[in-house]
């Protein structure tokens, strides 16, 4: 079965640190991948999503990057953190619509990013 | 373009009592919708879904959604809620084919079920 692993669960960082969240999937093969933000009493903004190694659009012009430097590897980066930043970040991976996909997203368990 | 809409952003409730939670897209082709619980500091869950064919969908845990083409709406319904159903639920809709798979999500709805 397909599962899928977020990390670090929890992070405290100052303003102006750089920032790495990991995130793989298991179980399955070319997943599509996102990374979304969770901001205190919003809905979910899509950030980035990747339908292949190396392949990354931008939803959002922000402070952060993500890369796919593996197949079930997917990685949300900042060199200088904002306050703004601070929220719930979730990875989730979905099935290519080409390959009979339907969009269902499967979501990781999410990291909570706190700026100070 | 495609927008998702849920009209409450919280909806208290007591304990066995009924409860629904409204969601409306726009799209003037094909979807596929979807109903997703988020549980304090988790992920989201897939709740149920609605790919075709009947038009009403249910979850395990007895909630339920039909699919209303003319009225562009996929409400969720539960006939009788407990403590543990309090939670945040998302409505989310993609475009049948032609697409890049992005699904839209709603603002959310907070259901907070009172003992």
């Known amino acids: 079965s397909q599962t899928i692993h977020q990390w670090p669960a929890t992070l405290v960082q100052p303003v102006g640190s750089p920032l790495s969240l990991e995130c793989t999937v298991e179980?399955?093969?070319?997943?599509?991948l996102y990374w979304y933000r969770q901001a205190a009493g919003r809905g979910l903004q899509l950030l980035f999503y990747?339908?292949?190694?190396?392949?990354i659009s931008s939803e959002v012009p922000q402070n952060l990057s993500a890369s796919r430097p593996q197949d079930r590897q997917f990685i949300l980066s900042s060199k200088k953190l904002l306050l703004s930043d601070s929220g719930f970040y979730l990875c989730?991976?979905?099935?290519?619509?080409?390959?009979?996909?339907?969009?269902?997203?499967?979501f990781g368990e999410g990291s909570r990013l706190t700026v100070l | 373009a495609q927008s998702v809409t849920q009209l409450d952003s919280q909806v208290p409730v007591f304990e066995e009592a009924p409860v629904e939670l409204r969601c409306n897209y726009s799209?003037?082709?094909?979807?596929?919708l979807f109903w997703y619980v988020q549980y304090p500091n988790q992920g989201l869950q897939l709740l149920l879904k609605?790919?075709?064919?009947?038009?009403l969908v249910e979850s395990i845990n007895g909630f339920e959604a039909e699919f209303n083409k003319s009225q562009t709406s996929f409400h969720l319904r539960k006939p009788s809620v407990h403590i543990s159903d309090t939670a945040e639920y998302f409505c989310?809709?993609?475009?049948?084919?032609?697409?890049?798979?992005?699904?839209?999500f709603g603002q959310g709805t907070t259901l907070q079920v009172k003992p």
């Open positions: 989310a809709v993609i475009r049948g084919s032609g697409n890049t798979g992005k699904l839209i």
């Open positions: 989730a991976w979905s099935v290519p619509l080409r390959e009979g996909g339907t969009g269902e997203l499967f």
């Open positions: 609605y790919l075709s064919g009947s038009t």
């Open positions: 799209s003037s082709v094909s979807v596929y």
């Open positions: 179980g399955t093969s070319n997943p599509n």
């Open positions: 990747s339908v292949g190694i190396g392949q």
